[in-house]
């Protein structure tokens, strides 16, 4: 019973997701028991065919401000890592959901019942027998590191980081050793200096609020690079 309401609610939040971002891409009239469904968080997981090993386990996690992360490992796989992740930017078309990374590059899903499904790169359905779904779960963001490039801002004993891919602005998480390095950076100047860093989200509470944040941990020594911004 509590697989088949967790089933129906997650199809009813992805059905939310869709209709709430970018809602002025389509005049769809939302039935009225699903205005009250906010977009909220959501993770998908499934194991994707792989052309050289046992196959991909893929992790989705879409947030309701427009930004997603993918965590993709290769199961069986001989080279290391064999673990990546992405993030960038969705929307919805009236049928699929379109995903836009760092670099530009887009994917395709659309809703098939309560799971998604993969298409193909012109957003078609793939033709085979191979599984091609995403499942609902529970899960937490994943810690994989991505390169990453934004503006960073340390004031107040608080860090912001923009992003320069999707311009959403993150919390930074404590790093004494980024916040020297920023202070020396910047010298005078009270402005943002553009960092080139590995990262992960993760959601943490906000000290003041106690609501969850999404917060940029960095995973190793970072570069700032004073004088340039996400133009350069």
């Not at 997650?10 to 009250?36: I, K, Y």
């Not at 992790?59 to 992360?69: H, I, M, Y």
């Not at 993150?170 to 920023?182: C, I, K, P």
């Not at 910047?186 to 943490?204: A, K, S």
């Amino acid at each position: 019973m509590k697989k088949i309401v967790f089933s129906v609610i997650a199809a009813c939040s992805l059905f939310a997701l869709f209709g709430c971002n970018h809602r002025a891409e389509t005049d769809t009239v939302q039935p009225a028991a699903m205005e009250e469904l906010k977009p909220m968080q959501q993770s998908w997981r499934g194991v994707l065919p792989c052309a050289d090993c046992e196959g991909i386990d893929t992790s989705l996690f879409l947030e309701k401000d427009g930004t997603w992360v993918m965590n993709e490992h290769y199961q069986g796989a001989r080279r290391e890592p064999s673990s990546f992740a992405s993030y960038g930017t969705w929307a919805r078309t009236a049928d699929k959901l379109v995903l836009t990374n760092s670099k530009g590059e887009k994917s395709y899903f659309r809703a098939k019942g309560d799971k998604l499904e993969m298409l193909d790169r012109n957003g078609s359905p793939i033709q085979s027998p191979l599984n091609y779904t995403l499942e609902p779960v529970k899960a937490s963001l994943p810690t994989t590191p991505m390169a990453m490039r934004g503006m960073y801002f340390y004031m107040g004993d608080a860090a912001t980081f923009t992003d320069c891919a999707t311009g959403k602005r993150v919390a930074v998480a404590n790093n004494a050793q980024l916040e020297r390095d920023y202070a020396a950076a910047r010298g005078t100047d009270t402005r943002p200096v553009l960092l080139v860093v590995e990262g992960h989200f993760t959601l943490e509470a906000n000290p003041d609020t106690g609501e969850m944040m999404k917060t940029l941990t960095t995973d190793q020594a970072g570069k700032f690079i004073p004088g340039k911004d996400c133009s350069h």
